[in-house]
C-alpha cells in the first residue's frame, strides 16, 4: 500500500498569501495518478487537480499542481477567503487507493 | 449534470451489516468507475472499493472480507455492503464516480451519509 504523507498538518496564512502544500509517497506515484482535493466542514470533497497538474473544470488558476516521483505539491498562489480547508493529496496507480492525512490551511 | 445521493440508516448494531444505496441521477451508471468512501469523525478519507461498469470490482484489502459492492443499472443505483461492524466503522460514507478516463480522481460526490454503529 502507498502511504501519502502531506506536510505542513495545519498551515496559518492570511488572505493574499502562497500557500505551498507537500505530499510524499512511500513509492513513486504516475503523474497521471495524483490528484488533489479540498474540503470544507460538513461538505463533500472537490476535486481541485488531477494528473498532477491539471486543474478539474470552474478550478481557479490560482490553484496549481507539480511533482514527480514521490513528491508532489499543491501551490495556491495568493489566498481567497473560500481557500481555507482542508486538502487531501490521493494516488490512484497502485491499489489500494489512498489518501494522504489532509493539510488544514487556516487563517492566521 | 451528475448528481449522486446516498441514502440507508444512520444507525447500524454492532455485528450487524450496513447497507448504503447510491442513486445516481443526470448520467447513467452503464459508465465510469462508482466508488464509495469513507471518513471517520475528525480524519482522513479512506477508500472502501469501486465496481466498474462491466461489473468488475475493487475492494480495499483490509476491508475485503467484509465488503461487497453490487449495482442495479435498471433503478441506475450502486449499493455497499458491510458486514460483522464495529464502532471503527462508524464514519461519513460517501459516493463518488470518476473523472472521465482517469478512474481515480474523483469528480462526482455524493453530500455524504453518516452511519454510527453503536448498540
Known amino acids: 500500500e502507498i502511504v501519502l504523507t502531506q506536510s505542513p498538518g495545519t498551515l496559518s496564512l492570511s488572505p493574499g498569501e502562497r500557500a505551498t502544500l507537500s505530499c510524499r509517497a512511500s513509492?513513486?506515484?504516475?503523474?497521471?495518478?495524483l490528484a488533489w482535493y479540498q474540503q470544507k466542514p460538513g461538505q463533500a470533497p472537490r476535486l481541485l487537480i488531477y494528473d498532477t497538474s491539471s486543474r478539474a473544470t470552474g478550478i481557479p488558476d490560482r490553484f496549481s499542481g507539480s511533482g514527480s516521483g514521490t513528491d508532489f505539491t499543491l501551490t495556491i498562489s495568493r489566498l481567497e477567503p473560500e481557500d481555507f480547508a482542508v486538502y487531501s493529496c490521493q494516488q490512484f496507480g497502485s491499489s489500494p487507493w489512498t489518501f494522504g492525512q489532509g493539510t488544514k490551511v487556516e487563517i492566521k | 449534470q451528475v448528481q449522486l445521493q446516498e441514502s440507508g440508516p444512520g444507525l447500524v448494531k454492532p455485528s450487524e451489516t450496513l447497507t448504503l444505496t447510491c442513486t445516481v441521477s443526470?448520467?447513467?451508471?452503464?459508465?465510469?468507475?462508482w466508488s464509495w468512501i469513507r471518513q471517520p469523525p475528525g480524519k482522513g478519507l479512506e477508500w472502501i472499493g469501486y465496481?466498474?461498469?462491466?461489473?468488475?470490482?475493487n475492494y480495499h484489502p483490509s476491508l475485503k472480507s467484509r465488503v461487497t459492492i453490487s449495482r442495479d443499472t435498471s433503478k441506475n443505483q450502486f449499493s455497499l455492503k458491510l458486514t460483522s461492524v464495529t464502532a471503527a466503522d462508524t464514519a461519513v460514507y460517501y459516493c463518488?464516480?470518476?473523472?472521465?478516463?482517469?478512474?481515480?480522481?474523483?469528480?462526482?460526490w455524493g453530500q455524504g451519509t453518516l452511519v454510527t454503529v453503536s448498540s
Open positions: 513509492q513513486s506515484v504516475s503523474s497521471y495518478y
Open positions: 463518488a464516480r470518476d473523472l472521465a478516463a482517469r478512474p481515480g480522481s474523483l469528480l462526482y
Open positions: 465496481i466498474y461498469y462491466s461489473g468488475t470490482t
Open positions: 443526470g448520467g447513467s451508471i452503464s459508465s465510469y468507475y
